[in-house]
């Protein structure tokens, strides 16, 4: 006997022309047999499908197609699992107390009151139809029941000898067979993976079915592998496994193949519904994963998936592990990577165990091959090359080996580069960065180990916080990180996090609004950099000049000079042509020759007024600041205050205090540290640049002969020193 395409016996149901169904029109055909079919008739459908090829899936839409009919029509469904019971009699009885549970729990909430109490009629008739001690021979095969006997009346019979003075089988079946019948709705069974049980196991399933067939209003739905089930009941039968299967089976389907691309169909409409339950994953996000899933798909990726198990165990793994990184990587390279986690394991190994020749847009990894050289890159881009062909060799599919070097493509643009195709410079980073690839290590990490890393914030914090434009509310925001109880987590890493955000995305209210919170900023030395550096990068995305001089004066004007505004004003400086720079054409430099000119007028005016109110000496990075009135007007007036505060004795201590540290100058004064040492030179660069040092040492000979505390005396005497050692050492010198 061929395996069955589909019919009702002489009735055949009425198919699309295409053989190859579509799914979801398959299971709603199959819904509507199972709904439609003659109301007092039992009947047993089977459904057949290789391994993997989606009779689960099928069922389920079903099943979702039977919930969408109206209530007059829509069946009791009963799903039963004969897999979680170890012998027939068990099989037997739990099978009749699932039966009964579901029909009087869907009964009550449905308001079908002739099934109420049908759970006892069921379990009294299992007690009449096999005891205790009958079960045993009672489904044995060649025991005193065989397949050609009358299987009904040979129970019933055995029964009622077993059970003297008991109630008769009959009038216990008659009650289910009225209470069915009243009930005016169909009841639909389904038993799936019948295949996955051993042959006697399959056989006992095949006789409670048998013998329980044929109420009224019943369906069965039978979901198995054709070949596994025949071949199991001519094991165990000792007959033809096919002519049993066809007394039990009344309407046999052939579950049909997909039709081309319909499982990247599938695989691509999970991930995007399975993505549209997370809150903190964009519609845009969803829209752009499926354009990339559909492109790859025209490039074959609809063979990565060549049956529906392969399918399922994808978007299962999926379903558990999108939610642990939702919003916070790529959609699309997510569920890229989880395909060949759970597809190709192998290959998923190769890229973790690769993964430094793999990120970046380009050879940036020194720490494999050193730095600078032409060949080193060379031999970076081998490296690579030879790891992408040995994750292509490692499936054991080998039709995949092309679509699987296409994945790493589109997940690693160092592949491009490696192998020639193209170029990437590195200004990419912050564009994959704002599109959180895993091309980006932050994100790889992200996506392969479920979790942000140590000390990142999430991209939903991120999104929230470059959303504001109010400069004071956005301040205060930052300024909470750096009272964040996460490991790691601080004001610095946030702007770190941020940054890529303002160099490609923000708009001008943004840009304008993170300028003048970084140029608002006191903090250590080694911070100003970093925080200069996003204001640089915020500003440049700004329209123009003149909007950037604006941003500027308005932020000099209301927060003054602070030493990271005089990093970001060097930066812009050295387009201007400073430090023997070659200046860049005008229309190449963010602020205009006239306009830089305006606000360093600005910032040195400002710098004049710190003098005179006497704060400029106890600011942070205080050399900074002689550094840049020098650069912006010739340096006459910065020598003339550095003398006047030589002059001063308290004026002369804080000028070395500022000038070494406050924290070294503290070790000084204690003498827990009086060696000078090799670095001293740039400590004390600005005297020597101003060409007060010897100013300076002439000072400081003059405050040794008088009255000192012990702290001064030991700064002071510090001072002498180095200085001595600077004149005299050719290493500094």
Not at 35 to 57: C, I
Not at 320 to 347: H, K, M, N, Q, W
Not at 466 to 474: E, F
Not at 497 to 516: G, H, M, W
Request: proline content about 4%.
């Amino acid at each position: 006997m061929a395996e069955p395409t589909g019919g009702f016996g002489h009735d055949p149901i009425e198919r699309s022309d295409d053989d190859r169904l579509d799914r979801t029109g398959f299971a709603t055909l199959l819904a509507k047999a199972l709904a439609t079919s003659p109301e007092r008739r039992s009947m047993v459908v089977a459904l057949y499908g290789d391994w993997g090829s989606g009779k689960t899936s099928s069922l389920n839409l079903c099943f979702e197609a039977l919930q969408q009919m109206s209530p007059d029509q829509q069946p009791l469904v009963v799903r039963f699992d004969p897999w979680w019971y170890s012998n027939t009699g068990e099989l037997l009885a739990q099978y009749f107390e699932e039966l009964g549970n579901a029909l009087e729990k869907q009964a009550h909430s449905k308001g079908i009151r002739a099934l109420n109490g049908i759970k006892s009629k069921l379990l009294t008739y299992r007690q009449l139809i096999a005891p205790a001690g009958v079960v045993a021979d009672l489904f044995v095969s060649g025991g005193i029941l065989t397949l050609g006997s009358s299987f009904m009346q040979a129970v019933v019979d055995r029964a009622a000898q077993e059970q003297e003075g008991g109630r008769d089988a009959r009038e216990a079946r008659r009650e289910i067979e009225e209470a069915l019948l009243s009930a005016e709705r169909r009841v639909v069974i389904a038993i799936d993976d019948i295949d996955r049980l051993s042959a006697s196991e399959i056989r006992d399933v095949f006789k409670v079915v048998k013998a329980t067939a044929d109420f009224p209003n019943t369906r069965y739905l039978l979901a198995f592998d054709f070949k596994t089930v025949t071949g199991a009941l001519s094991e165990v039968q000792k007959t033809d496994g096919v002519a049993y299967l066809e007394k039990i089976v009344q309407v046999p389907f052939r579950l049909p193949d997909p039709a081309p691309g319909q499982l990247m169909t599938i695989v691509s409409e999970g991930v995007n519904e399975i993505a549209s339950q997370q809150e903190r994953i964009s519609v845009e996000d969803r829209v752009e994963a499926r354009e990339i899933l559909e492109q790859l798909a025209s490039d074959g990726l609809d063979s990565f998936w060549d049956n529906m198990r392969r399918v399922n165990r994808f978007l299962d793994s999926l379903r558990l592990t999108l939610p642990t990184v939702a919003g916070e990587v790529r959609v699309s390279d997510f569920a890229l990577l989880e395909a060949l986690r759970v597809t190709e394991p192998r290959i998923y190994e190769i890229v973790l165990n690769g993964q430094k020749l793999l990120l970046g847009p380009g050879p940036g990894t020194e720490m494999i091959l050193g730095r600078g050289r032409r060949r080193d890159e060379e031999q970076i881009n081998q490296a690579t090359a030879a790891l992408v062909d040995a994750a292509c060799d490692a499936t054991e599919r080998k039709e995949l080996r092309q679509i699987i070097r296409r994945i790493l493509e589109e997940l690693f643009p160092r592949v491009d580069t490696a192998t020639g195709r193209y170029k990437y410079a590195p200004d990419y980073v912050d564009l994959w960065s704002n599109e959180k690839r895993v091309c980006i290590e932050e994100y790889f990490e992200i996506a392969t180990r479920w979790s942000l890393m140590p000390g990142a914030i999430s991209d939903f914090e991120v999104r929230n916080l470059v959303n504001v434009i109010d400069p004071t509310v956005l301040s205060e925001r930052l300024h909470d990180y750096d009272h964040d109880p996460r490991d790691g987590v601080d004001f610095l890493a946030v702007v770190r996090k941020i940054r890529p955000f303002y160099r490609t995305e923000a708009d001008t209210p943004a840009l304008e609004a993170i300028v003048r919170v970084m140029l608002s900023e006191e903090r250590s030395n080694d911070s100003y950099t970093t925080i200069a550096s996003l204001a640089r990068d915020a500003l440049s995305n700004l329209p123009d000049s003149g909007e950037r001089k604006r941003v500027l004066l308005d932020a000099i004007s209301t927060y003054r000079v602070l030493p990271v505004t005089l990093r970001l004003l060097y930066m812009l400086g050295r387009e201007q042509g400073w430090d023997s720079r070659t200046a860049p054409q005008e229309e190449y430099r963010q602020l205009s020759s006239t306009d830089f000119r305006e606000v360093t007028n600005a910032a040195v005016a400002d710098i004049i007024n710190q003098v005179s109110e006497s704060i400029l000496l106890s600011r942070d990075d205080f050399a900074v600041y002689l550094q840049f009135w020098r650069k912006a007007t010739g340096g006459h007036d910065t020598k003339l205050y550095l003398q006047r505060t030589l002059a001063a004795r308290d004026g002369f201590i804080q000028l070395l205090s500022n000038l070494i540290g406050e924290e070294a100058a503290q070790r000084i004064r204690s003498r827990e540290a009086l060696s000078v040492p090799q670095h001293v030179r740039s400590t004390l660069h600005p005297l020597w640049e101003f060409e007060v040092a010897d100013e300076a040492r002439a000072r400081a000979d003059n405050l040794l002969a008088e009255d000192l505390t012990d702290a001064d005396r030991n700064l002071i005497q510090w001072f002498v020193d180095a200085h001595q050692h600077i004149n005299t050492s050719t290493t500094d010198l």
